[in-house]
T-cell receptor, first 113, second 110 residues
Framework: GAGVSQSPRYKVAKRGQDVALRCDPI?????LFWYQQALGQGPEFLTY????????KSGLPSDRFFAERPEGSVSTLKIQRTQQEDSAVYLC???????????FGPGTRLTVL | KNEVEQSPQNLTAQEGEFITINCSYS?????LHWLQQHPGGGIVSLFM???GKKKHGRLIATINIQEKHSSLHITASHPRDSAVYIC????????????FGKGTKLTVNP
């Protein structure tokens, strides 16, 4: 593919529902990042994969958040029992290898009612 | 205090003006990034730099490692430059994650 893709682009969930957000990185990119961007704020780091290994999950706000990248390509961010404060844009980025430019997807806008 | 601070928070300019956005950081870094985000759109990487100066078209980015400061300049600004410009750093030490500033919202009027 030409770039990083994310799906769905928009998601509305009722409080308490589980959601799954998908990221397809650029083919061959080793590193994959998830960021959360609240309205009017800069993005904040959630978690990072190098191939299938989750090397840093220090930014995940609670144990309701879980991310995986089982085959080192596509990644899924899962949020269980969504809360209103989870409403944000979830951005995925990938890079070719360590210390390289990160390429961002269009984001998934999650609204929890 | 945030590790990455940007100024100004909002900036309005007339078409053709020279624009400067500033970024200061308080941690050791391996690289500094300037990113552009259009309303409702994704983020595009403009520059990644660890020293000196880079130029791409009408955009120039500089960094002073000793002063922990970077600037993004836009020459001959145009309304299509209207966007949020975000400064971010990679802290290094094996960590690749980006630490972001809050962004500068630029509006260029015709």
């Amino acid at each position: 593919g030409a770039g990083v893709s994310q799906s769905p682009r928009y998601k509305v969930a009722k409080r308490g529902q589980d959601v799954a957000l998908r990221c397809d990185p650029i083919s061959g990119h080793v590193s994959l990042f998830w960021y959360q961007q609240a309205l009017g704020q800069g993005p904040e780091f959630l978690t990072y994969f190098q191939n299938e290994a989750q090397l840093d999950k220090s930014g995940l706000p609670s144990d309701r958040f879980f991310a995986e990248r089982p085959e080192g390509s596509v990644s899924t961010l899962k949020i269980q029992r969504t809360q209103q404060e989870d409403s944000a844009v979830y951005l995925c980025a990938s890079s070719r290898s360590q210390n390289n430019e990160q390429f961002f997807g269009p984001g998934t806008r999650l609204t929890v009612l | 205090k945030n590790e990455v601070e940007q100024s100004p928070q909002n900036l309005t300019a007339q078409e053709g003006e020279f624009i400067t956005i500033n970024c200061s950081y308080s941690v050791g870094i391996s690289a500094l990034h300037w990113l552009q985000q259009h309303p409702g759109g994704g983020i595009v990487s403009l520059f990644m730099l660890s020293s000196g100066k880079k130029k791409h078209g009408r955009l120039i980015a500089t960094i002073n490692i000793q002063e922990k400061h970077s600037s993004l300049h836009i020459t001959a600004s145009h309304p299509r430059d209207s966007a949020v410009y975000i400064c971010a750093v990679t802290k290094g030490g094996g960590s690749e994650k980006l630490v972001f500033g809050k962004g500068t919202k630029l509006t260029v009027n015709p």
